[in-house]
């Protein structure tokens, strides 16, 4: 099956935003569980997931771009030569993924202190901007970061045996896995449909997660007392 | 064996004995109901003071007394969404 680079490329535009849109969801629900409860973690962890999906906008901005410059010149996409517009955005995604995911990281340690998260953030960007191939290496950070998140998630399941713990453990687990599918998309460009397919079933879980747990927000604490009493009457 | 609290759930625990006491409470009855140390007690108590959940007052006999806020009347409404979300993405 031979894939039209117009039909890839509009596929891109579409996945990010919906990456970006289940990022910024679960963002907002953070920040809400953080104006409600002023749990610190909820904050870090609301403003990491609001940098992630700020990058995922940029990525669908930049794959816009891209198209229309495809459009015009009939072109293939890994031809174009990056023009002064795309590298300032490609900048400013990478500098807002590797941010949210560092905060990610910085949540998972549950250590307070803010040293820690500069300089995870620091060593990302070093790492990413030293290097000669700034692709390969953002992709091998972030998958670094992403293990990293993922054994986190598991330990955490080992602890509580929450199922939704596990789901967005999973969840991570894919993610980890559709980032090095990127990376080694240099040597097999049909990696890099696996590895979009593999973030798309990712996000999906992180979606289904965050709906089941909007769900529970129906019932207070009161109305759960109240059944509780009802039920040992009977 | 009992599954251990996490810092949401004592917090809601906390909020709860005081609510069944019309609002108001003294510390040796949190201490006595909440089963927590009278160390960890006053931990809890100072930072749900910061976070605005309850306020404490002195009685005219010297003695403190503990009242919850709206704000923590809210964190019992929401608790068990925010407890779900904490408990699900690690954040407890």
Known sequence: MVINLQTLLNLDVILAIFFSLVTFGVAIYSLKVYSISQARTAKLFGIGFLLIAIAYILWAMLNIFVLSQTLTKLNYLFSISPTSESFIVITLFIGFFLAGLSMLAYTAIKKEKRSLFILITTLAYFAVGMSRDIAFSFFLITSIILIFITVSYFREYSLNRNKTTLTIAIAFLLLTFSNIEFLMSSIDSSLYNIGYITGLIAYLLILISLTKIMRKSKTGVFNETLKENGEKKK | ?92
């Open chain 2, 1 to 92: 064996m009992a599954k251990r609290r996490n810092k949401i759930e004592i917090m809601k625990d906390i909020l709860i004995v005081i609510k069944d006491k019309n609002g108001k409470i003294k510390p040796t009855h949190i201490l006595y109901k909440s089963n927590l140390s009278h160390q960890m007690m006053e931990l809890y108590l100072n930072e749900m003071k910061s976070k605005r959940f309850i306020r404490e007052e002195p009685l005219s006999d010297g003695k403190r007394t503990f009242f919850i806020t709206d704000r923590g009347i809210m964190f019992l409404d929401q608790y068990r969404s925010i407890n779900s979300f904490m408990e699900s993405f690690g954040l407890d």
